[in-house]
């Protein structure tokens, strides 16, 4: 009897146990379950948020086009849009000839460049380039100290000229400078600093001309060369593009920051109040970064976004359709996933909450994640986040994430071009089978291919199938570089003169 007593007690401690796992199981699926519903409703509503029908995004060309219009009337209208004139009324025509140099500065590196070109036959016979870092103290020092710099290299470089390149006899040599920071230009040779931006602060160069502070360096280094264009790397692009094909009409950056240019009737900018360039036609700077609509799809992401920047109401274009700042977009819609979800584990994970860990080429690498168990994925967020052992479901969540964020501010840039094809007629269907072609330069077009197939589907999808059999975009790799020396020959002071 005692032995039955105490397989029975066990048996039914067995059968309790069993009950209390069951019990944990069970609750630990709802709990899991929770949390994935939680997790769906964040994206549910991101999808609602991020919607971009395609009638929203044809009122918001529509609103470019207004704003385009405003900005080339005066630059007090109020405009989104400071439309800036380039003073550049000649592009490329593939007849230049002649040695040219290009000085590329934007960053913590600068380029200097030489092309040597053959006219329509030959067309570029060679070029050569080298690229010089900046040291830091040059970034925060002084105007002379920069400038010097700068021409030293120059000067280093015009010294291993080598027999390919043929300078006329009695010729100056001659520069296209390319300076992305922001200035006031006062003509196509001069421009006058408004401040810097990317890591330099050299106070004593703000206000000043920036290409009479680069000629002068030139002159101490005993440099005989002659600055005959000042233009910004959009430009740049639009001229490079230009050169390689006489059917381009704007050109678009979509790299970390987004910019476009494009060319515009000169009798068709109301604030342009000198006498009427020879072309009938100007490049016109749009600065569109800094487009506002209110048919923008602005969220509270990209306002806490925009809150926390370094430029708070500033470029809010830019932080939704920009390199720099979609990976970020991203990652604050993970962190809202993870506070409200815990899809990440009890804890938020925390360089989950570091702002701009997360940078557009790992959100690109997710994205493109094709392999069956998204171990690119998993990588990324355990290299990148610290987040590891993560399901496959929630893997794909991450994707999917990844997916509305990109489409968004693909389907928005082709609402930005859409807008400047209308501003240009070029919207509608050609009667006369006229070619229209964007240049496209920048990292996130070339590299991140669901973005640029996203960005062409859409503007096909605005245009129409008709209408956008006439219209191509064109990669235009480095045409900032090489678009700088083919501006410096288009606007040679020797146009006119017979090559030899």
Not at 313 to 335: A, D, H
Not at 386 to 394: E, F, K, R, V, Y
Request: aromatic share 6%; glycine share 10%.
């Amino acid at each position: 009897m005692g032995k039955v007593a105490l397989y029975t007690t066990a048996a039914v401690c067995a059968a309790a146990a069993a009950c209390a796992v069951a019990v944990v199981v069970v609750r630990r699926r709802k709990e899991l379950a929770g949390r994935r519903a939680r997790a769906l409703g964040v994206i549910e509503e991101l999808e609602g948020i991020f919607a971009t029908p395609i009638e929203r995004l044809r009122l918001m060309a529509d609103e470019m086009v207004e704003e385009m219009q405003r900005g080339l009337t005066s630059d007090l209208s109020g405009s989104s849009l400071k439309m800036i004139l380039s003073y550049v009324d000649k592009l490329p025509t593939g007849d230049e000839k002649g040695l040219f140099y290009a000085l590329d500065l934007g960053g913590t590196n600068f380029r200097v460049l030489r092309v040597q070109l053959g006219g329509r036959e030959a067309r570029l016979v060679k070029q050569e380039y080298e690229e010089v870092s900046i040291p830091p103290h040059i970034m925060v020092g002084g105007s002379i100290e920069l400038f010097d710099f700068i021409a030293s290299a120059l000067a280093n470089f015009v010294a291993t000229e080598g027999e390919d390149f043929h300078l006329p006899e009695g010729r100056q040599r001659e520069l296209g400078f390319t300076f992305s920071f922001p200035v006031k230009q006062t003509s196509i040779s001069s421009g006058n600093l408004i401040k810097w931006t990317k890591g330099f602060s050299i106070e004593d160069t703000v206000g000043k001309d920036v290409v009479a502070e680069l000629t002068k360096a030139m002159e101490r280094q005993g440099l005989d060369m002659r600055v005959t264009a000042l233009v910004n790397d959009t430009i740049g692009t639009l001229a490079g593009g230009r050169y390689g094909d006489q059917d381009v009409v704007a050109a678009v950056i979509l790299g970390t920051g987004t910019n476009a240019a494009y060319v515009e009737h000169a009798n068709a900018i109301p604030k342009w109040d000198g006498l009427l360039p020879s072309s009938g036609k100007m490049v016109i700077n749009m600065e569109w970064g800094n487009f506002r609509s209110k048919d923008l799809p602005i969220t509270d992401y990209d306002r806490s976004l925009d809150f926390e920047s370094l430029n708070p109401g500033e470029q809010i274009y830019e932080k939704m359709i920009s390199g720099m700042y979609l990976g970020e977009i991203v990652r604050r819609v993970l962190l809202r996933i993870a506070q409200e979800a815990s899809i990440f584990g009890e804890v938020v994970p925390p360089r989950l909450e570091v702002p701009f860990i997360l940078r557009t080429p790992h959100m690109s690498a997710m994205h493109h994640d094709t392999s069956p168990d998204l171990k690119i994925v998993a990588a990324k967020l355990k290299d990148v986040l610290g987040i590891a052992n993560i399901p496959l479901q929630t893997r794909k969540m991450v994707v999917g994430v990844c997916d509305i964020v990109a489409k968004r501010g693909a389907r928005l840039a082709a609402a930005g071009i859409y807008g400047i094809l209308k501003k240009l007629g070029r919207d509608t269907v050609q009667t006369e089978k006229q070619k229209t072609v964007i240049a496209m330069d920048g990292g996130l077009y070339e590299h991140y291919s669901i973005f640029s197939e996203c960005l062409v589907d859409t503007l096909r999808e605005l245009l129409g199938e008709e209408a956008s059999s006439s219209v191509v975009i064109k990669l235009a790799n480095d045409g900032s570089g090489i678009g700088a020396a083919l501006l410096a020959a288009s606007h040679s002071q020797y146009l006119g003169f017979d090559e030899s």
